[in-house]
């Protein structure tokens, strides 16, 4: 005997297909690998800041210096100030190389100077060289607002080395542009905050914030970044990034 459905058990799943909520939610990890993906996932990418390391007594130096990137791969390159012609070339997180032109020879970073100040600022080694959100971290919600997701990231099994034990990065629900994190230690303890902010749409679809505020939680010490440039898929060779390019490249 053939059955059909009532009209009503009918109209009743297409209702039920067509409200809201009755899709999937995405995870935690699925947003931070989209996060990451708008944020790093270009062929390679160019930009150029200022920084501004802002002292105890208020007393500020600023420095312009650029960044290029492909894949884990940066250079990054002081113009101006007496950090002029200083370059780091970072390979991936176990191999990371400055040039000094004070020397004017290139030198390995040492593991265990990771953590040390990155000229003088409240960012360290570590903070350049870390380049993905998902390789190195695992996400869950921590909580959430009408315009932020606040996802809670440790350690992923088998992934790269963290900066930090903890972070509790920030995301904007509309862009899914990091807006923000911040470093816990191992007991729980907030080291670091960044704050994103000045959202800017540079073209070809890549946004990125103009302004990041770092301060150091343990000090009160601060730096602030101000891009003034940003490019992406600009075709740069593999042999921009390389010891020999840090060296020569000047």
């Not at 602030?224 to 990034?241: H, T, Y």
Request: hydrophobic share 40%; net charge positive; charged share 25%.
């Amino acid at each position: 005997m053939r059955r059909f459905r009532t009209p009503i058990l009918s109209a009743c799943i297409v209702l039920g297909m067509l409200l809201p909520g009755t899709a999937r939610a995405e995870t935690a990890d699925e947003i931070l690998v989209k996060t990451d993906r708008l944020t790093n996932g270009w062929d390679d990418l160019f930009m150029r800041t200022n920084m501004t390391i802002i002292d105890l007594d208020g007393s500020r130096k600023s420095y312009v210096f650029s960044i290029a990137q492909k894949g884990e791969k940066r250079m990054i390159r002081f113009e101006s100030g007496e950090l002029k012609g200083m370059s780091t070339l970072v390979l991936n997180r176990d191999s990371v190389y400055a040039y000094l032109p004070g020397f004017k020879k290139v030198r390995r970073v040492a593991a265990h100077n990771m953590g040390a100040s990155f000229a003088g600022s409240d960012f360290t080694n570590d903070d350049f060289a870390f380049t993905s959100w998902p390789a190195t971290y695992q996400a869950a919600l921590d909580h959430e607002d009408a315009q932020n997701w606040y996802l809670r990231c440790t350690p992923k099994p088998g992934g790269l080395k963290p900066p930090f034990p903890v972070a509790i990065a920030k995301v904007d629900k509309a862009t899914y542009q990091l807006m923000g994190y911040e470093f816990f230690d191992e007991r729980g303890q907030k080291v670091k905050t960044f704050q994103n902010s000045d959202l800017k749409d540079w073209g070809k679809g890549a946004l990125r914030t103009q302004v990041i505020l770092v301060t150091d939680i343990r000090t009160g010490h601060q730096t602030r970044l101000d891009l003034s440039e940003f490019k992406v898929n600009q075709g740069l060779p593999d042999s921009d990034f390389s010891i020999r390019e840090l060296e020569w490249g000047r």
